[in-house]
């Protein structure tokens, strides 16, 4: 129920981006406004979809393939309509679930090296040896198995380059966008108890609410400090951290049905391309 609540304030958000000109200001910050509590119940969504999901490279893969889409019928669509475009947001989800898996496999490398457990090599036919331990700490990364020692590397490097890919790119929300899945991510990993919901779980909910309180406060500081975002629109993302009141309304539920898992991905496109065309014929 609350992603397509999510989607609906997206709508809406994007109306008073793409339309705004049509309506007077207060109208807009107040489409605005409203619109800023779906990307929180988005990335929220996907924090709780890397955990369920039984395939997390096929999750990365699809999410990476729609943004390539998106972003290409963006593009062309920016070009024929003579408007701006934008690094879409499923560029930042699929950058969100690449370091959740990349801090996953730190924190399995981190531990496989402070436990020193090595994986078994089974018969070694030059010395009659057999089930003999390897000699270095060893992890796991889908069916391959690596030194782990390598696997803090190769992680603490992708976390790296994700950062100077969000940098330069600047997708949508950017590199906060990133954090607020991870954010979400942590707590319903580690604190959330999954067969209870939010309401029924207080301490979660506090932890949640301070966590993207503090989030929104440390974006608002940097864009003052280092940006010209303008005040009102600060102010404005600020007030995201209500989304929490929405996530009340989840429930543990079954997996969702293959078309629900695939209509945000098929719909995200489809409805900025209407709303590009239409500010390009309004303004004419």
């Known amino acids: 129920m ?95 679930i690449l370091l959740i ?55 603490i490097i992708t976390m790296f380059l994700i950062i100077v890919v969000t940098s330069y790119f600047d997708p949508d929300y950017n590199i906060f966008g990133i954090f607020y899945v991870y954010i979400f991510y942590i707590i319903q990993k580690r604190i959330r108890k999954p067969e209870l919901t939010l309401t029924e779980y207080r301490h979660a909910l506090k932890i949640m609410f301070v966590s993207i309180l503090g989030l929104n406060l440390v974006w608002a500081l940097f864009s003052i400090s280092f940006s010209s975002t303008a005040m009102y629109w600060i102010i404005m993302e600020i007030f995201s951290v209500f989304s929490i009141g929405i996530l009340l309304l989840d429930k543990p539920r079954k997996k969702p049905a293959r078309w629900e898992k695939y209509f945000f991905y098929i719909f995200y496109p489809p409805h900025l391309v209407v709303l590009m065309i239409l500010q390009y014929f309004l303004m004419v």
């Not at 999510?6 to 207060?26: N, Q, R, S």
């Not at 593009?75 to 969100?96: E, K, M, Q």
């Not at 090296?113 to 010395?127: E, F, Y």
């Open 2 to 96: 609350i992603k397509w609540l999510a989607v609906l304030l997206m709508i809406i958000d994007h109306i008073g981006y793409y339309l705004g000109f049509l309506m007077p200001e207060p109208a807009v910050i107040g489409l605005r406004l409203i619109g800023r509590l779906s990307f929180p119940i988005f990335a929220y969504s996907i924090a709780l979809g890397f955990l369920r999901t039984k395939n997390r490279a096929r999750f990365f893969w699809r999410m990476f393939l729609f943004a390539c889409i998106t972003q290409a019928v963006l593009a062309y669509t920016a070009y024929l309509t003579h408007t701006g475009t934008f690094t879409n947001v499923l560029f930042t989800f699929s950058l969100a």
């Open 101 to 155: 898996a990349a801090a996953e496999l730190l924190e399995k490398a981190s531990a496989s090296q402070l436990n020193g457990t090595g994986k078994n090599t089974g018969s070694d036919s030059s010395n009659g040896m057999e089930g003999k331990a390897s000699s270095s700490p060893q992890v796991k990364i889908y069916r391959y198995t690596i030194p782990a020692s390598l696997g803090s590397v190769l992680a």
